[in-house]
């Protein structure tokens, strides 16, 4: 059966390598952020966001209980934010959006008005043959809209530049779906 999660790592490992560099733009409770580190190792590195201390806290632990190497950075920031600390080229970014699972703060979910600027930085941060991922949870209204408004922007895009595909259960609409973005 098709697993989304393992697509996801597919396509962040056909261009994320050894030494590079990596941007999780949703930390939450670093799973995403322990993959890039692992991924990088060592010689690499990765910077990764959140608004709230408690994802610093949760990934901190994970990074740490998985034996990650020393090369992650976790700034307490909005991702729209993220040019002010990260110098591109990146190899892969990761936006997970929604919530901080578990935390029943649900109202601290992403939001349009900085997911949108954030993901154009991101681009901008992308170097050539690299990977922009977007996983985008429609089960909620902010969520539905900011699905709707990412694929709106998304299919602006000039196909020269970049190949950009949806990957979305047909006969599940309101299950996560996620846009891969890779440059050419
Ligand atoms: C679905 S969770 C991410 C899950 C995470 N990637 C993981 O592996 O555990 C979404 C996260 O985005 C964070 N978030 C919400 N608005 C944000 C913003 N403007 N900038 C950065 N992070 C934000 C939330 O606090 C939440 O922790």
């Known amino acids: 059966m098709v697993d989304l999660l393992s697509l996801q790592k597919k396509f962040i490992l056909d261009h994320l390598h050894d ?7 949703t930390m939450g409770n670093g799973y995403d952020t322990v993959f890039l580190s692992q991924t990088v190792g060592p010689r690499g590195s990765v910077t990764a966001f959140d608004i709230q201390p408690d994802a610093l806290l949760s990934t901190e632990r994970n990074l740490r209980s998985n034996g990650c190497p020393d090369n ?5 920031a909005s991702h729209d934010r993220a040019r002010e600390f990260v110098r591109g080229p990146i190899k892969a970014g990761m936006f997970n959006l929604g919530y901080l699972p578990g935390s029943g703060r649900k109202q601290l979910t992403t939001m349009r008005k900085t ?57 599940s609409p309101e299950s996560p779906f996620f846009i891969v973005c890779e440059t050419k």
């Not at 030494?19 to 733009?25: E, Y």
Request: one cysteine or more; hydrophobic letters at 45%; proline letters at 4%.
């Open 72 to 76: 992650w950075r976790l700034i307490c």
């Open 115 to 171: 997911t949108l600027p954030a993901v154009e930085r991101a681009l901008d941060l992308l170097g050539a043959d690299s990977v922009l991922l977007v996983a985008v949870y429609p089960g909620h209204p902010e969520g539905a809209a900011e699905g709707e408004e990412l694929e709106k922007y998304f299919s602006s895009l000039s196909r020269f530049r970049y190949s950009i595909a949806r990957f979305r259960m047909l006969n």
């Open 19 to 25: 030494g590079d560099t990596a941007v999780d733009f």
